[in-house]
């Protein structure tokens, strides 16, 4: 790793319209329905862009914001648990067309500040330009189209069940009190897809923001204010000491996260009464993309190259492991280099950039960790013309490629979230030692990709291994969405499962209204009948 920085950015590279400005220090927070201000501790929050503003190199400070402590966290659960009322408070029990208002009103208001949010996510996680952009136009469209589906979901023609002289209103009713944790990648995107299902049917929240990409939440504060009733959102910013208690208290209800199975597994630990908590979780992923002999090289390099290198390799979708036939290996690597040696290394506000900065403190020095065993159990580095290998600064890391990875290495079971590509060789892929032996042992079990041409062959192993992941794509990449598709996993790469449809029905649990078909119970059938269509 160099001593001084890949990249030192001028005053004058920055566009104006993501100029950094002024520290943004808040302490602001929300809690039962008021901005409240915080006299405790802060912490600032730092780019991982270095830049000379005038002073001299440095990691730019973006401000700072509360590192609240564990009473403030029980605080703030206590006022949802106060909206929620153990069911009977105002937010779940009325109407669901005022909910869905209520989210709607606050989608409106997230749109105004549309800007202000792009650029912060682009200094505090160093997403490109047009991916922010994209994250966040992609979330109002997700809280778009869960109005509309949850509308779709309420039509009478699937809600009313005429059967054994029995007359039934199907409904969901939400869970109680939810603690939503997003991660830092997704920021945005992947905390308000748990927290807006959740609302919608019902629950309150208490919303304990990333511990990287949580500046970006402050414009959102009063928009959530401003929208929701009383004690029905509060948000709380800090460590994974904030989200302990909580959890040890019984009092949440759902719990809603997004990060490591590790992380996951001590939180759920915590609950004293885990048969009553509902959990939805995203973990990791190993990803893998297999190169089977007859795959079209020019469908197969981009589309892995664009899995692998996407954001860094900052997905839990990303494309983790490659598998490449051994009649084919060697002509793949070539044309996968040469793709990735056309990689834009920069910052994210630069046009057409692919490698920014990665914004987890250590990342660089761990993705070097994972090469350097590699490297000590036999395998290379494969040459990308004109390129670098492997960690430029504690940010930046460039494009690798190591080759052949075996399973006695880091790089072939551990997931490196970043921009480093382990290519395995294989000879069967239906073998002991091949592709799909090699992910049923894994300890995760999202997606995988298949390039091939051979129909049969491909729909042989796409059966095989729906067994063994969630989702198989042929010729394309590892992905989420569109979002109307379930998104799922096994073993320790997910809780539940999310698409708009399923958010919806991971929040609430199915209940009914049944009366029995006589003529006494007529005027009570119709009066549920009159409530269904003024919906």
Same mark, same amino acid.
């Given at each position: 790793?160099?001593?001084?920085?890949?990249?030192?950015?001028?005053?004058?590279?920055?566009?104006?319209?993501?100029?950094?400005?002024?520290?943004?220090?808040?302490?602001?927070?929300?809690?039962?329905?008021?901005?409240?201000?915080?006299?405790?501790?802060?912490?600032?929050?730092?780019?991982?862009?270095?830049?000379?503003?005038?002073?001299?190199?440095?990691?730019?400070?973006?401000?700072?914001?509360?590192?609240?402590?564990?009473?403030?966290?029980?605080?703030?659960?206590?006022?949802?648990?106060?909206?929620?009322?153990?069911?009977?408070?105002?937010?779940?029990?009325?109407?669901?067309?005022?909910?869905?208002?209520?989210?709607?009103?606050?989608?409106?208001?997230?749109?105004?500040?549309?800007?202000?949010?792009?650029?912060?996510?682009?200094?505090?996680?160093?997403?490109?330009?047009?991916?922010?952009?994209?994250?966040?136009?992609?979330?109002?469209?997700?809280?778009?189209?869960?109005?509309?589906?949850?509308?779709?979901?309420?039509?009478?023609?699937?809600?009313?069940?005429?059967?054994?002289?029995?007359?039934?209103?199907?409904?969901?009713?939400?869970?109680?009190?939810?603690?939503?944790?997003?991660?830092?990648?997704?920021?945005?995107?992947?905390?308000?897809?748990?927290?807006?299902?959740?609302?919608?049917?019902?629950?309150?929240?208490?919303? %304990? #923001?990333?511990?990287?990409? @949580?500046?970006?939440?402050? &414009?959102?504060?009063?928009? !959530? *204010?401003? =929208?929701?009733?009383?004690?029905?959102?509060?948000?709380?910013?800090?460590?994974?000491?904030?989200?302990?208690?909580l959890m040890s208290s019984g009092h949440v209800d759902v719990l809603a996260f997004i990060g490591t199975s590790r992380a996951a597994e001590a939180l759920r630990a915590l609950h004293p009464r885990p048969n009553r908590l509902r959990c939805v979780l995203g973990m990791e992923a190993k990803n893998a993309a297999i190169i089977?002999?007859?795959?079209?090289?020019?469908?197969?390099?981009?589309?892995?190259?664009?899995?692998?290198?996407?954001?860094?390799?900052?997905?839990?979708?990303?494309? %983790? #492991?490659?598998?490449?036939? @051994?009649?084919?290996?060697? &002509?793949?690597?070539?044309? !996968? *280099?040469? =793709?990735?040696?056309?990689?834009?290394?920069?910052?994210?506000?630069?046009?057409?950039?692919?490698?920014?900065?990665?914004?987890?403190?250590?990342?660089?020095?761990?993705?070097?960790?994972?090469?350097?065993?590699a490297r000590e159990h036999g395998a290379k580095v494969v040459d990308i013309p004109g390129r670098p290998a492997g960690a430029l600064d504690d940010a930046f890391f460039a494009p690798t490629i190591v080759c052949p990875v075996t399973p006695n290495m880091r790089a072939f079971r551990e997931e490196q979230f970043g921009p480093?590509?382990?290519?395995?060789?294989?000879?069967?892929?239906?073998?002991?030692?091949?592709?799909?032996?090699?992910?049923?042992?894994?300890?995760?079990?999202?997606?995988?990709?298949?390039?091939?041409?051979?129909?049969?062959?491909?729909?042989?192993?796409?059966?095989?291994?729906?067994?063994?992941?969630?989702?198989?794509?042929?010729?394309?990449?590892?992905?989420?969405?569109?979002?109307?598709?379930?998104?799922?996993?096994?073993?320790?790469?997910?809780?539940?499962?999310?698409?708009?449809?399923?958010?919806?029905?991971?929040?609430?649990?199915?209940?009914?209204?049944?009366?029995?078909?006589?003529?006494?119970?007529?005027?009570?059938?119709?009066?549920?009948?009159?409530?269904?269509?003024?919906?």
């Open positions: 790793m160099t001593a001084t920085p890949y990249r030192i950015v001028k005053r004058r590279e920055i566009p104006a319209r993501f100029a950094p400005g002024e520290p943004i220090s808040r302490r602001d927070y929300l809690l039962d329905g008021a901005l409240r201000t915080w006299n405790g501790p802060t912490q600032d929050v730092l780019s991982p862009i270095v830049a000379d503003l005038g002073s001299g190199p440095a990691h730019v400070v973006l401000g700072s914001c509360p590192a609240h402590d564990p009473d403030t966290g029980l605080t703030a659960l206590e006022a949802a648990r106060k909206a929620y009322d153990e069911g009977l408070g105002d937010w779940p029990t009325r109407p669901v067309e005022s909910r869905m208002a209520c989210v709607a009103d606050f989608a409106r208001r997230m749109n105004e500040r549309r800007d202000e949010i792009v650029r912060l996510m682009v200094w505090e996680i160093c997403k490109s330009r047009k991916e922010s952009e994209q994250e966040f136009d992609r979330t109002i469209e997700y809280i778009d189209d869960t109005l509309a589906t949850l509308r779709a979901m309420r039509d009478p023609s699937r809600r009313h069940v005429e059967a054994s002289g029995l007359a039934a209103v199907l409904d969901r009713s939400p869970l109680g009190v939810v603690l939503c944790m997003g991660p830092f990648n997704f920021p945005l995107n992947e905390t308000l897809a748990t927290l807006i299902p959740a609302l919608v049917m019902g629950n309150t929240a208490v919303v %304990k #923001l990333p511990r990287i990409g @949580r500046l970006l939440f402050w &414009p959102l504060m009063s928009c !959530f *204010a401003e =929208a929701f009733p009383r004690g029905v959102v509060n948000i709380v910013s800090g460590g994974i000491e904030l989200a302990r208690p089977l002999p007859d795959a079209d090289l020019a469908t197969a390099v981009p589309e892995v190259l664009r899995g692998a290198f996407g954001f860094n390799g900052q997905r839990c979708t990303a494309i %983790k #492991l490659i598998f490449a036939a @051994r009649g084919i290996a060697q &002509p793949f690597l070539e044309e !996968f *280099a040469n =793709a990735a040696s056309k990689l834009k290394i920069g910052l994210p506000w630069e046009e057409g950039v692919n490698i920014t900065p990665l914004p987890e403190p250590g990342k660089t020095a761990f993705l070097d960790a994972l090469l350097a065993d480093l590509a382990p290519v395995a060789v294989f000879d069967d892929v239906e073998g002991a030692d091949g592709p799909l032996r090699a992910i049923a042992h894994s300890d995760y079990g999202q997606q995988a990709s298949l390039f091939g041409g051979d129909a049969e062959q491909l729909s042989r192993l796409a059966t095989r291994l729906r067994n063994l992941v969630s989702r198989v794509n042929i010729n394309c990449k590892c992905q989420r969405g569109p979002d109307i598709l379930p998104f799922t996993a096994r073993r320790d790469s997910a809780v539940g499962t999310l698409s708009v449809e399923d958010g919806l029905r991971a929040f609430s649990l199915p209940t009914l209204t049944v009366a029995r078909q006589t003529p006494a119970n007529a005027a009570i059938l119709d009066v549920l009948k009159r409530k269904e269509r003024a919906f």
